[in-house]
């Protein structure tokens, strides 16, 4: 029976080849697309799955309410996560880590003989921390890798060039960077084979080594100072949300009277270790992050593009059934049920979706480095060793095969096989509505996801254009590593002001558009901590100002020799009740701990800038002079050169003489503002990509009704030439009902679509307003694909010759 089956449906794909190639094509294509997207979300999803007893360890989170303003942060206060240790049976370990460029170092020259580069990704940890958490050893031992000052264990990769295959454990290499120079003995090479962690460092470095070290051991704030990620592991039996429930009396045993003084509230939370990857809305990770609603968004579209495959079965099965009228009625006479045929037809769909699932397997090869692209990403082909994959691919065939193949199955199965055979079919087997309403909810899938792609690249239009308070253009940013680069700075610049392009030059100790790690709280005189207003800063020298274009609205800029004067923003003078015209002079104190309260001196107000991304209200913020230049890492250079190669030669024979042994590397400051916004961009890419293959199947499927409209009305069509139709009049009937379908979709997709970018574009603090273009151009744009793709089948029937249609009346 099974072999039948089979040799009836190759026999009727071999014999419509139109009809095979797109229901073929169209669900290859469709499947090429859905599990791509289905394996880029689950390997954001297996991030951090492989620590033991993974349930067990959980990340200590703190959200922070200080005069008003609201921080969610990942990190915690250094004594914290050892006291819950020492205060709560349920925790059996704990451990720490800190990215160095948290604390100014953000890259490292490793140096090992002859062999030196630039590495970044390193991490101080504690030697607890392979304890709590796994990483695969390919060399050294996970115990007592890092219980000495010193000690470092490598990834890998990083090894492998400093020491080629050679054995890494037990060799000295020497470090410099922003604390110095040291040795460091290696103790392990770890690997990713067990799984990619958020932790994603390049080295290891024993939290006991040097100053940091010293300093984070000494360091006893509980309030303040949340700047290390903390872990802890729970014994087994033990409950987080119980343990959780007791922390907010913990912290104030610790740090409620500290809390009071500063006016903060905080709050410490669990945070299930195997979560965080795939969890947005901290002020500070250690590696980037996957926003769910972005993962969710990727998931509708993948099951967008395999639904308009399967209507694409659907309607061209039911389309044409009357090929099929006669087998089923014969196979009702000779004894097949209604459930046979049930069998069969689904039999066949089935088939389908395996045979796209084996075309879709070597096109997503050939295709993976340009969806790799799309979504910045690095899927790999080892994926196929996972036994998780196949059961996605199995998921697929059966999902596909049902859902294409289950109304074609009922519907061809219920022909009644009398009045089949008698030929009286025409009246039961049409089912235009249902195709019409497939047709329907296809293209309001492409409307919406058409209106998509016209929002998202609106928005990013506005933010590329948008005036940010400061000037971004032309400008570059260099970075220093190293004490022995910081200190080379003051020569660099005075050089690089010698070249007829370069306009300015600045040294901070950061730069626009980066995450800003400084902030304290201040007030005005009269005030205390309780009500101070906290204000995130950056250190610079008294040319940050120009160079940047920041314009100033009251009082003067910085000047040579100023101590303790800062330019305050707009909204940290609102905030502090200081007029901005006449806030010029005022002193702002700060105090921390039971020293005495400090201050400095307004020398300006600055017009508010949005020196982060346009996700969020511009914060108080304030620009603090600093003369020393060894607290600088940075430098940005405004340039007026049309000729940046030749500026760029020019700045680099400038380094190499100031700097012979630093790399020379640069980037442009417009290019690090817009990678503030790489989620926004890579949906947009996502998006486009997609769509447009959302907008091919679902032509595929316009293409097939089409020619079977055609094919159902060629004697209608040749007796209406007979009698005097144009070609432009058939063209039109033909047409018409296809764009009524369309014009059905956008009504549909129209709210739709408004709902779910209104959502998206809460995401963003300064945003577009919807209008009612974008929607009418993605159904215009709609229409417009729907009239080319059936237009095409129309023509070719207006032009038929009617004596061959009407030859056999």
Request: proline share 3%; charged share 15%.
């Amino acid at each position: 029976m099974l072999k039948s089956y089979l040799k009836t449906a190759l026999r009727f794909l071999l014999k419509n080849k139109t009809f095979s190639f797109i229901n073929i094509f169209g669900l290859a294509t469709g499947t090429l697309c859905c599990l791509y997207i289905l394996l880029y979300v689950q390997n954001q999803y297996s991030y951090d799955k492989q620590h033991k007893d993974v349930k067990s360890v959980y990340r200590l989170t703190t959200d922070l309410v200080l005069t008003g303003d609201k921080h969610h942060g990942a990190a915690s206060s250094p004594p914290i996560a050892p006291a819950m240790k020492s205060n709560f049976p349920e925790v059996a370990a704990y451990t720490r880590a800190v990215k160095t460029d948290m604390l100014g170092a953000k890259q490292h020259l490793l140096r090992y003989k002859e062999q030196s580069f630039y590495e970044t990704g390193a991490f101080y940890v504690d030697s607890t921390f392979f304890d709590v958490l796994s990483y695969n050893f390919v060399e050294g031992h996970v115990q007592h890798a890092l219980d000495e000052p010193y000690d470092i264990v490598l990834v890998k990769s990083t090894a492998e060039k400093l020491f080629g295959r050679d054995a890494a454990v037990g060799k000295i290499i020497n470090i410099n960077d922003a604390y110095g120079k040291h040795d460091f003995k290696v103790t392990g090479v770890i690997d990713q084979s067990l799984g990619r962690s958020h932790l994603e460092g390049n080295m290891f470095i024993s939290m006991k080594s040097g100053a940091v070290g010293a300093s984070i051991a000494n360091d006893d704030e509980w309030a303040g100072n949340n700047f290390l990620f903390s872990y802890i592991k729970l014994r087994p039996g033990a409950d987080a949300a119980a343990l959780e429930k007791k922390l907010p009396a913990f912290l104030n045993k610790y740090a409620g009277s500290k809390m009071k003084q500063l006016g903060m509230q905080k709050e410490l939370h669990l945070q299930p270790v195997s979560a965080i990857h795939t969890t947005a809305g901290y002020d500070v990770e250690p590696s980037k992050t996957a926003d769910p609603s972005f993962l969710l968004i990727l998931v509708l579209i993948a099951v967008m593009i395999q639904v308009i495959a399967c209507i694409n079965f659907m309607n061209l099965s039911t389309a044409r059934a009357s090929k099929r009228a006669k087998e089923v009625g014969v196979r009702k006479v000779i004894g097949a049920g209604k459930f046979d045929l049930i069998k069969q037809f689904l039999g066949e769909s089935f088939l389908l979706a395996f045979i796209g699932v084996i075309i879709a397997l070597p096109l997503l090869w050939v295709a993976l480095p340009y969806l790799n692209g799309i979504t910045h990403t690095d899927i790999r082909l080892s994926f196929f060793a996972d036994y998780r994959l196949w059961l996605m691919l199995a998921s697929l065939v059966a999902v596909t095969g049902l859902v294409a193949g289950s109304y074609p199955a009922f519907y061809l199965s219920a022909f009644e096989a009398i009045k089949v055979i008698k030929g009286n079919f025409s009246s039961k087997v049409s089912a235009a509505g249902i195709r019409r309403s497939l047709v329907v909810f296809q293209f309001v899938l492409s409307i919406v996801l058409i209106t998509g792609i016209i929002i998202i690249y609106s928005q990013l239009n506005y933010i590329k254009s948008k005036d940010l308070g400061f000037d971004k253009d032309q400008k570059l940013v260099f970075n220093f590593y190293t004490n022995d680069a910081q200190t080379q700075m003051p020569v660099l610049a005075n050089d690089l002001k010698q070249l007829s392009g370069v306009k300015a030059v600045s040294s901070a100790d950061n730069y626009l558009s980066q995450f800003v790690m400084h902030d304290h709280g201040v007030y005005p005189e009269g005030g205390n901590m309780a009500t101070a207003i906290d204000a995130q800063n950056i250190a610079c020298d008294q040319f940050f100002m120009k160079t940047n274009g920041i314009k100033l609205i009251s009082g003067r800029d910085f000047m040579p020799g100023d101590s303790g004067k800062v330019l305050i923003n707009q909204t940290l003078a609102k905030r502090l009740n200081l007029n901005e015209q006449n806030a010029a002079g005022k002193r702002l104190y700060t105090q921390y701990g039971n020293t005495p309260a400090s201050y400095v001196t307004v020398a300006g107000v600055m017009k508010d800038f949005n020196y982060n991304s346009l996700h969020s209200d511009v914060r108080p913020f304030m620009l603090v002079y600093d003369k020393n230049p060894g607290n600088f890492s940075c430098m940005v250079v405004s340039t007026s050169s049309k000729d940046y190669k030749m500026l760029l030669s020019q700045m680099g024979a400038i380094w190499k003489k100031d700097l012979p042994a630093v790399p020379f590397t640069y980037s442009f400051l417009d290019s690090e503002v817009q990678k503030q916004y790489e989620t926004e961009i890579v949906l947009s890419q996502i998006i486009n990509s997609f769509t447009l293959v959302a907008i091919f199947i679902s032509c595929l499927g316009l293409f097939g009704l089409a020619a079977f409209s055609a094919e159902q009305r060629s004697k209608e069509i040749g007796i209406r030439k007979v009698l005097g139709s144009s070609v432009s009049g058939i063209v039109q009937l033909l047409s018409r009902d296809f764009l009524l379908l369309v014009i059905v979709s956008f009504i549909i997709a129209t709210p739709i679509a408004w709902y779910g970018m209104s959502k998206w574009l809460q995401a963003f603090a300064y945003r577009i307003p919807l209008s009612w273009w974008m929607f009418a151009l993605a159904g215009v744009i709609a229409m417009f694909i729907a009239l080319f793709t059936v237009s095409f089948q129309a023509i070719k029937a207006a032009l038929m010759n009617p004596v061959k249609s009407l030859k056999t009346e």
